[in-house]
């Protein structure tokens, strides 16, 4: 009898050993990068990707299967577009990986990236919001609204690009992110969502400081909003992406001058940034001031209204 219980016993904890193992094999299958991004030479493509992979565990892909590039968590994305071009000891992959890493990941706390940026960016020459080629839907910058962004104009058409373009394309990534962070986020600003107002009425600035679109907007409360007989508020998660976008990229002297002639904006912009440092661990000024060494704002303008 005892040896019967003896093995039944050794039968048990063999089982629960083979379970263990198990689990860790499938736990560190699912902690493993998705893809093995090569280590590169020091200064090189490889390494800068891989670098920032192991700073913000973000996945920067340019040149992939166009499976990978439809796959989503959950469905399929099929989107048309070109693939990044490779030519020229990767030229083009090279100075976007330097654009992505200088003008979108070092304006954020890497922690933040890790957390709320989408898990790969596709590096394409094309891309267009539709299913086939159309040239009326051309894109800079498309979300899957999952786990991806694409990023195009990695070719020849960069190379005549002024600081314009640049800036436009920093713009749409950073709209892209926040809007994808704002559709994740559990908890909405709903102070600042309050005090949003209907449409925006539109007049001419009577000082002739602004143009007659930001005054507009600016007086109702809005960065921007929709263009048409009347100028339309945008979307919750435009003006949420808006309002970071405005407070972060631009000097402390225009934030100053804006804030304090236009009333909502500033209980607005104050409603945003608690928001945000309480909730979401994200700090507006601090961020700001990085982007703006020589001419930063202070947390009193965002806290004292």
């Known amino acids: 009898m005892k040896n019967k219980y003896f093995i039944l016993f050794i039968l048990i904890f063999l089982s ?11 736990i560190d299958d699912i902690s493993s990068p998705e893809y093995n991004l090569p280590k590169g030479e020091k200064g090189s493509v490889d390494r800068k990707i891989y670098d920032i992979y192991e700073k913000y565990g973000t996945f920067i892909l340019y040149s992939f299967e166009d499976k990978d590039f439809k796959r989503k968590w959950t469905g399929k994305w099929n989107k048309w577009y070109v693939p990044a071009n490779k030519s020229k000891n990767l030229k083009y ?30 590096l394409v020459d094309s891309l267009a919001d539709a299913v086939e080629y159309s040239k009326y839907k051309l894109k800079n910058v498309l979300s899957n609204g999952n786990n991806a ?27 892209a ?10 908890k909405k600003p709903l102070q600042f969502l309050s005090l949003r107002t209907k449409n925006i009425k539109m007049q001419d600035d009577p ?41 972060t990229a631009n000097t402390g002297t225009y934030l100053n001058q804006v804030l ?33 060494p020589n001419d930063k704002i202070t947390v009193d303008l965002l806290t004292s209204k």
């Open 16 to 26: 629960i050993s083979c379970l263990n193992e198990k689990d860790s094999e499938i």
């Open 93 to 122: 992959v090279d100075r976007f990986v330097d654009f992505l890493d200088n003008e979108i990941f070092s304006k954020y706390e890497p922690e933040f990236i890790k957390n709320n940026f989408p898990y790969k960016v596709f």
């Open 149 to 175: 962004i694409a990023v195009s104009n990695v070719g020849v058409k960069s190379d005549e690009w002024t600081e314009e373009d640049w800036n436009m394309l920093a713009a749409d990534v950073n709209n």
């Open 177 to 186: 992110f926040t809007i994808f962070y704002y559709s994740s986020l559990k």
């Open 207 to 247: 000082l002739e400081i602004e143009t007659k679109y930001n005054y507009s907007c600016y007086s109702a409360g809005y960065v921007s909003g929709w263009l048409g007989k009347t100028y339309l508020a945008p979307k919750e998660e435009e003006d949420f992406a808006a309002y970071i976008r405005f407070l």
């Open 260 to 292: 304090e002639r236009f009333p909502l904006m500033k209980t607005r912009s104050i409603s945003l940034y608690i928001f945000l440092k309480n909730k979401m661990n994200m700090d507006l000024v601090a961020t700001q001031n990085a982007n703006f």
